[in-house]
């Protein structure tokens, strides 16, 4: 779904509302399998779900996103079919994956989701070098790759962003800091404590964003992504967001945080206030919204359906796709 | 004699030898948790919580939250031991090794041979490994092999909480750089082991004899120790004599209690859940072939996972592994 003018289209406004709340539900539903024991744990992004809603909505169908272990709504917004994610999820070989990577590697290269990763910081040079392959074959395809605050202070982030700025690469360095990593806040482990500064050693342009604002981030993506395209170089975007479940599992994010903090940044929600803008704006109205909550709620019951009558894979799959060709 | 959890026997070594020694500190990440929020101390005391409640004992400074920048902190502590101190960093799983590599094998074990035996690299990294989380290829390796790989590096894998304990302090007080690998299954199992309150220490280098045999030697290291005891309940119980070595240490390598124990039993399967490929296992057997192999029944028998990386599908998954019955299996066969 691309958008050209300043303005967002009501078809494009109305997209992010049914992408935004069919990442909340399809992660509510996942953590249901996983309470069910049908996984062991996953990230939950859910409060996340403006960040790659809004850079998506100006992504081409070509267009490559990268993410992390936290990648569920990365793969909803880029496009990958909410079925084969479930099934992934649940080690089905209707998976995105064949069954084989789960939860923190979901790839779909048909809808240019180019995978998530589960070593945090990992997928950044890779995305460099997607970048690189796009633009030496000049095919105007931009890249975007999501990590998270923690990441932020991996070796890999500094080396990509140097090589993306001296070689001009199209890509787009999203940083979803959502405060924590793991138990650790990030202004304790952000020197300086802005992740956009850091941009700046690499003469490249850094951005903070409200990432709880959809349309905010599609604001200043939209501007990153015309850089990218016209050949222009690199961006890094810091969307200041905040998950709301703990880590992973049965994290309990109150040992590292306030209940006074986690209010406040649910009283922002990203959904509510979309929803709130839509409404007040008169762009549309609470039956239609109530209509788009219907078909999102159905499709992730689909989702799970088929994913819990897919078979797992045939024991044989699990010495296929090791190698292309191996003799 | 009470009876603590493999995760409780690491963590009292911890705290012991940072009591006792000024110069003991850990990095890691959440290694205490809480970044700088003196209200938050301790939220999670290390991701497997081998460090719960030591900040609270022994300070911010000395138990150090770290970003997540592994060849940064490992690095560090590299440079920490080589002036003066005795860290314990924490490298949350060992696949994560890749970050931080080249302070590992370049450094670590390289400083005191390349500085003519002058400087000592006093550090401890501790890492867990394994399969049977659901956590597919990047969560569920094992990897102690590639380290044996590298001289000046020194691996031991405990497989209960008792010589966890022991080896653990052993690590700590070592003048080399030593890596102990913590299995994921045996930092969940219920604790039955008989664990000294007082401090002690295992010999870094010795294998141990979990159970004399004749038949059969059953070689185990970390968690295949484990399976390796359960598959010789069931084994003995059909009337078969069986010896089962707990490796402990890949290196140092305890060659003579190996070597021994096969040419008494003349039969010998090596349980390994690492790779196939140039693993532990594959290095027992060459030094089995070379030292005893007159004294062979039979060759000796690895059991590896594939040459695959860990899949993360569950059924996929349980096929992967050694389990017991896969050594119940290949015992039979070479007892038959
Ligand atoms: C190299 C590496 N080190 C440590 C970990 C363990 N780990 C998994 S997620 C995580 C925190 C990541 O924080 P952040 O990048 O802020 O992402 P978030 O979880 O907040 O989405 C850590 C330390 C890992 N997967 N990879």
């Known amino acids: ?327 | 004699m009470r009876k603590i959890s493999y995760i409780q026997a690491i963590n009292e070594s911890l705290r012991h030898e940072m009591k006792s020694n000024e110069n003991v500190i850990i990095m890691g990440e959440d290694v205490a948790g809480g970044g700088s929020r003196d209200d938050k101390l301790d939220a999670w005391g290390g991701p497997m919580r081998l460090t719960k409640g030591l900040v609270k004992e022994f300070g911010r400074d000395r138990v150090k939250d770290t970003p997540i920048s592994e060849a940064g902190f490992v690095g560090a502590g590299v440079g920490a031991a080589a002036a003066g101190l005795r860290p314990v960093v924490d490298l949350m799983y060992v696949s994560f090794y890749g970050v931080c590599a080249d302070q590992i094998t370049n450094n670590a074990a390289k400083i005191h041979y390349m500085f003519g035996g002058k400087v000592k690299v006093p550090l401890t990294i501790m890492t867990a490994m394994g399969v049977g989380g659901n956590k597919a290829a990047q969560h569920s390796e094992t990897l102690y092999s590639i380290f044996t790989h590298f001289p000046g590096l020194k691996c031991i894998v405990p497989s209960n909480p008792y010589n966890a304990k022991g080896l653990m302090t052993a690590a700590i007080r070592d003048d080399d750089p030593v890596i102990i690998f913590n299995n994921r299954q045996l930092m969940g199992l219920k604790p039955t082991y008989d664990v000294p309150e007082d401090p002690y220490t295992l010999k870094i280098g010795k294998a141990n004899i979990e159970k004399p045999g004749t038949d059969l030697t059953l070689i185990g290291i970390g968690y295949t120790t484990y399976l390796c005891l359960e598959a010789a309940k069931i084994l003995e119980s059909k009337g078969f004599s069986i010896e089962v070595i707990d490796l402990i240490s890949l290196s140092p390598m305890d060659e003579e209690t190996i070597i021994k124990s096969v040419k008494k039993t003349k039969k010998v399967i090596i349980v390994d859940e690492d790779y196939p490929r140039c693993s532990i296992a594959a290095d027992i057997s060459a030094l089995i072939s070379e030292q005893a192999f007159d004294y062979l029944d039979a060759p000796p028998k690895r059991i590896n996972p594939p040459h695959t990386p860990v899949p993360y599908s569950k059924p996929l998954e349980s096929l992967y592994a050694p389990n017991k019955e896969t050594i119940i299996k290949n015992a039979k066969n070479l007892l038959e």
């Open chain 1, 1 to 327: 779904m691309k958008e050209h003018s300043t303005e967002i289209s009501k078809t494009t406004l109305l997209w992010m509302y049914e992408k935004m709340l069919t990442i909340r539900l399809f992660e509510t539903q996942a953590n249901r399998e996983a309470d069910a024991g049908k996984l062991l744990g996953m990230h939950s992004s859910i409060g996340q779900e403006a960040v790659p809603t809004g850079i998506c909505s100006l992504l081409e169908s070509n267009d490559y996103v990268l993410g992390t272990h936290r990648s569920h709504h990365h793969c909803i917004a880029k496009g990958v079919e909410l079925k084969n994610m479930m099934a992934e999820l649940l080690g089905k070989a209707t998976g995105t994956n064949k069954g084989k990577g789960g939860t923190m590697h979901i790839a779909d290269i048909n809808k240019g989701m180019l995978g998530a990763n589960g070593v945090v910081g990992s997928n950044i040079p890779v995305a460099t070098g997607v970048a690189l392959s796009a633009k030496i074959k000049n095919t105007n395809q931009v890249t975007v790759v999501f990590f998270g605050d923690g990441a932020s202070s991996q070796g890999s982030l500094h080396e990509s962003m140097n090589l993306a700025s001296i070689w001009d690469l199209p890509i787009i360095f999203v940083c979803e800091n959502n405060l924590y990593a793991e138990s650790t806040p990030y202004e304790y482990a952000v020197a300086g404590k802005s992740i956009a500064d850091r941009a700046s050693g690499y003469k490249i342009p850094g951005i903070t964003v409200d990432g709880q604002s959809v349309i905010d981030i599609y604001k200043s993506s939209k501007i990153a992504i015309e850089r990218a395209r016209s050949g222009k170089g690199p961006t890094l975007i810091e969307a200041k967001t905040y998950r709301y479940k703990g880590h992973f599992g049965a994290d309990n994010p109150l040992s590292y945080r306030t209940e006074t903090e986690e209010n406040y940044y649910k009283e922002r929600d990203c959904i509510e206030r979309l929803k709130k803008y839509l409404l007040s704006n008169e762009i549309t109205n609470q039956e239609n919204l109530d209509k788009i909550y219907e078909k999102s709620l159905e499709s992730v019951n689909e989702a799970t359906d088929f994913a819990n009558e897919s078979p797992f894979p045939a024991p044989e799959e699990l010495f296929s796709d090791v190698y292309v060709s191996y003799k």
